[in-house]
């Protein structure tokens, strides 16, 4: 079955690094996605990775992916106020349509 | 101007009420998506719609319906509302690709049911 778990709650402080973790189940999903949420406001895509990736970085992200475990990280690096959002993870599994499944979402506090 | 716009943004009903949400896209997608979100619960896929003739149920259909009124437009009705769908509303549009899938959201919108 699709189930992507995150825990709930991150609280850092800012200039830490913050992560963000996500266990999905789908080993077919060819793109694993993250999704930024700030109050009030849709979600947003922050950053992807292929399934043939180990690491991806993008300036202050980096995404891990583990695919024998099925774990995938975001790491934000130098943690800022305005990161404060809530994150989902998202798999797309190879089903024919290319449905995203999403976590339960990752509420990052950042604290001055 | 926004590329996915939703109405209304807020909106409180009673129970038993039929409501109407709408999401219009300046994108060109062919495909749009309506989900909920719950606290604890992440985002799930009520309908989509791949064309304006395609339209498919997802996870969580019941006690909705979806009309799919132009390529850039697709509304999602409750028929008779009830306090459990209470939630935030999300409309989607994505392109047509082969395996990436980035979706694009509006703002959402905030329907309380009593």
């Known amino acids: 079955g699709e189930d992507v778990e995150q825990s709930l709650f991150l609280s850092v402080r800012e200039g830490d690094s913050s992560v963000i973790n996500c266990t999905y189940t789908?080993?077919?999903?060819?793109?694993l996605y993250w999704y930024k949420q700030e109050p009030g406001a849709g979600l947003q895509l922050l950053t992807y990775?292929?399934?043939?990736?180990d690491m991806k970085q993008d300036q202050r992200l980096t995404v891990l992916l583990n695919k024998k475990d099925k774990h995938l990280s975001l790491r934000i690096a130098d943690t800022q106020t305005g990161d404060s959002a809530i994150y989902f993870c998202?798999?797309?599994?190879?089903?024919?349509?290319?449905?995203?499944?999403f976590g339960t979402g990752t509420r990052l506090l950042v604290s001055p | 101007d926004a590329d996915v716009t939703q109405t209304p943004r807020n909106r409180i009903t009673k129970t038993g009420k039929r409501i109407m949400l709408e999401c219009s896209q300046t994108?060109?997608?062919?495909?749009m998506y309506w989900y909920r979100q719950d606290p604890g619960l992440g985002l799930r896929l009520i309908y989509y719609?791949?064309?304006?003739?395609?339209?498919n149920k997802g996870e969580i259909s019941d006690g909705y319906s979806v009309s799919r009124q132009a390529q850039a437009k697709f509304s999602l009705s409750l028929e008779s509302a009830i306090p459990n769908q209470t939630a935030l509303y999300f409309c989607?549009?994505?392109?047509?690709?082969?395996?990436?899938?980035?979706?694009?959201f509006g703002p959402g919108t905030r329907l309380t049911v009593l």
């Open positions: 989607a549009t994505s392109a047509q690709t082969g395996g990436y899938n980035e979706q694009f």
């Open positions: 789908d080993s077919s999903s060819t793109y």
């Open positions: 990775i292929f399934s043939n990736m």
């Open positions: 998202a798999e797309s599994p190879n089903t024919g349509f290319q449905k995203l499944v």
């Open positions: 994108k060109g997608h062919d495909r």
């Open positions: 719609s791949f064309d304006v003739k395609d339209i």
